[in-house]
T-cell receptor
Framework: DAGVTQSPTHLIKTRGQHVTLRCSPI?????VSWYQQVLGQGPQFIFQ???????GRGNFPDRFSARQFPNYSSELNVNALLLGDSALYLC????????????FGSGTRLTVV | AQKVTQAQTEISVVEKEDVTLDCVYE???????LFWYKQPPSGELVFLIR??????QNEISGRYSWNFQKSTSSFNFTITASQVVDSAVYFC?????????????FGTGTRLTIIP
């Protein structure tokens, strides 16, 4: 069975641009969470989605948004990119909203120049 | 508020030595879950263990063991007879069921280097 799939694996963007990151959860998993990991730090929670609805939001500006599709895949969008948005963006899936059996993908490494 | 502290930023040990990674957590909730993840250079977070707050039994899985002590709010991780493949960054994390914000709170990680 395929694990959590994230695309692209690497991305370079210019300040002010917009970026879309994608995540496909494990088959059968209905919940997707997004985390930002700045170099040298632990991952920070951005969003959790379950059944296409936002179930949790971390302390991130409104430039960050996300959505979940009927097939449970998800997109993370970041507008007006700043240098500080450079990070590894990790997606995690779990079977249900309150299931803490998270499986993480390998992440998308975003560099903003 | 929840917090996870991993005071050891980097640890280096010679292969076959035992090593313990420390984790101290803070939460006001009585129900919570604690995790350990391994992050190799590829970036993926690899799940190692999950414990709930009502189960203080220590656990052993092969060369890995975990010591959960609620009295000191600690959840330490020991690798016995370390191997080069154990080199990675290890994260301790905490989640409290909150019906609205089921987020993992991570520590800052401990970079473990096993010297051949």
């Amino acid at each position: 069975d395929a694990g959590v799939t994230q695309s692209p694996t690497h991305l370079i963007k210019t300040r002010g641009q917009h970026v879309t990151l994608r995540c496909s959860p494990i088959s059968g998993h209905k919940s997707v969470s997004w985390y930002q990991q700045v170099l040298g730090q632990g991952p920070q929670f951005i969003f959790q989605y379950y059944e296409k609805e936002e179930r949790g939001r971390g302390n991130f500006p409104d430039r960050f948004s996300a959505r979940q599709f009927p097939n449970y895949s998800s997109e993370l969008n970041v507008n007006a990119l700043l240098l500080g948005d450079s990070a590894l963006y990790l997606c995690a899936s779990s079977k249900d909203w309150l299931d803490y059996g998270y499986t993480f993908g390998s992440g998308t490494r975003l560099t903003v120049v | 508020a929840q917090k996870v502290t991993q005071a050891q930023t980097e640890i280096s040990v010679v292969e076959k030595e035992d090593v313990t990674l420390d984790c101290v957590y803070e939460t006001r909730d009585t129900t919570y879950y604690l995790f350990w993840y391994k992050q190799p250079p590829s970036g993926e977070l690899v799940f190692l263990i999950r414990r709930n707050s009502f189960d203080e039994q220590n656990e052993i899985s092969g060369r890995y063991s975990w010591n959960f002590q609620k009295s000191t709010s600690s959840f330490n991780f020991t690798i016995t007879a370390s191997q080069v493949v154990d080199s990675a960054v290890y994260f301790c994390a905490l989640v409290s069921p909150n019906f609205g914000n089921e987020k993992l709170t991570f520590g800052t990680g401990t970079r473990l280097t096993i010297i051949p």
